[in-house]
């Protein structure tokens, strides 16, 4: 029996972790602000897109991978992802597009625009607070908040996971918003347990998810309680913006 594994996308990455993250791994992208971690997301996004552009090359690849494998190893075959989903709490699709078209060449803008399923969550995120009142006394900038859904913020991103998760890769942007955000019927806790039960069940979907977090920004107690949870049964890469460089801890 041979286990699936996702390329990262990124060639120097992996090359170092046997061409890719076995399926059913939670990423947890651990980055200083400014270190890169989004613009790692996207590149991983738009290569793996364009690896799914190119069969014959990516057979070549993973004959090579299992080609690759020393005695006494698990077999492993690379996988690709069936659809990319990008959960964005705060941001826009539009923003975040507008980022890559002033950071990125067009052929690699118009790859992540056409490749990458975008699901917003801005109106359940800024539902209690002081935001939505402003926008909505100024007819110019009205958001369509929805005032019929009961659901708190971690239900609404555990139905897209529900829904999407399943031999895709979903990025959750952001882990630090989710962290920051406390409604009345949401709390640290429940950010915590929410973590621990994501990660189980990532196994039974055979995809590949990324959750970013910044340092330097929680609590330092906060998020050394985050990553446990994360690093002990998935992967933390370590994004550093001082030293250029990323740590792997799984």
Same mark, same amino acid.
């Given at each position: 029996m041979a286990?699936? *594994?996702?390329?990262?996308?990124? *060639?120097?990455? =992996?090359?170092?972790?046997n061409d890719g993250f076995p399926a059913g791994s939670v990423i947890l992208l651990l980055q200083d602000v400014g270190?890169?971690?989004?613009?790692?997301i996207y590149t991983s996004i738009v290569n793996n897109l364009n690896l799914k552009a190119d069969p014959s090359y990516f057979e070549m690849i993973n004959r090579k991978h299992e080609k690759?494998?020393?005695?006494?190893?698990?077999?492993?075959?690379l996988a690709l992802p069936d659809e990319i989903y990008y959960i964005s709490l705060s941001r826009s699709k539009e923003d975040i597009l507008n980022e890559n078209a002033y950071a990125f060449h067009e052929d690699f803008f118009n790859t992540l625009k056409e490749g990458v399923n975008f699901k917003?969550?801005? =109106?359940? #995120?800024?539902?209690?607070?002081?935001?939505?009142?402003?926008?909505?006394?100024?007819?110019?900038?009205?958001?369509d908040f929805?005032?019929?859904?009961?659901?708190n913020i971690l239900e609404e991103i555990s139905d897209l996971f529900g829904?999407?998760?399943?031999?895709?890769?979903?990025?959750?942007?952001?882990?630090?918003?989710?962290?920051? &955000?406390?409604?009345? &019927?949401?709390?640290?806790n429940d950010v915590i347990m929410f973590l621990k039960s994501l990660v189980r069940?990532?196994?039974?979907?055979?995809?590949?998810? #990324?959750?970013?977090?910044?340092?330097?920004?929680?609590?330092?107690?906060?998020?050394e309680i985050i990553s446990p949870p994360i690093s002990s049964s998935g992967i933390c890469l370590s994004c550093s913006r001082?030293?250029?460089?990323?740590?792997?801890?799984s």
């Amino acid at each position: 029996m041979a286990l699936n *594994k996702i390329p990262s996308g990124i *060639k120097t990455l =992996d090359t170092n972790i046997n061409d890719g993250f076995p399926a059913g791994s939670v990423i947890l992208l651990l980055q200083d602000v400014g270190a890169g971690a989004r613009e790692f997301i996207y590149t991983s996004i738009v290569n793996n897109l364009n690896l799914k552009a190119d069969p014959s090359y990516f057979e070549m690849i993973n004959r090579k991978h299992e080609k690759q494998k020393h005695e006494g190893e698990i077999n492993t075959t690379l996988a690709l992802p069936d659809e990319i989903y990008y959960i964005s709490l705060s941001r826009s699709k539009e923003d975040i597009l507008n980022e890559n078209a002033y950071a990125f060449h067009e052929d690699f803008f118009n790859t992540l625009k056409e490749g990458v399923n975008f699901k917003e969550l801005s =109106d359940i #995120y800024f539902r209690q607070s002081i935001i939505k009142n402003l926008w909505l006394t100024d007819k110019k900038k009205n958001l369509d908040f929805d005032s019929n859904s009961n659901k708190n913020i971690l239900e609404e991103i555990s139905d897209l996971f529900g829904e999407f998760a399943a031999n895709n890769i979903v990025i959750l942007d952001s882990l630090t918003e989710l962290v920051l &955000y406390e409604g009345d &019927y949401l709390s640290k806790n429940d950010v915590i347990m929410f973590l621990k039960s994501l990660v189980r069940i990532s196994k039974e979907w055979n995809g590949l998810i #990324y959750l970013l977090l910044n340092t330097r920004i929680l609590e330092t107690n906060i998020q050394e309680i985050i990553s446990p949870p994360i690093s002990s049964s998935g992967i933390c890469l370590s994004c550093s913006r001082n030293r250029s460089w990323m740590s792997i801890e799984s």
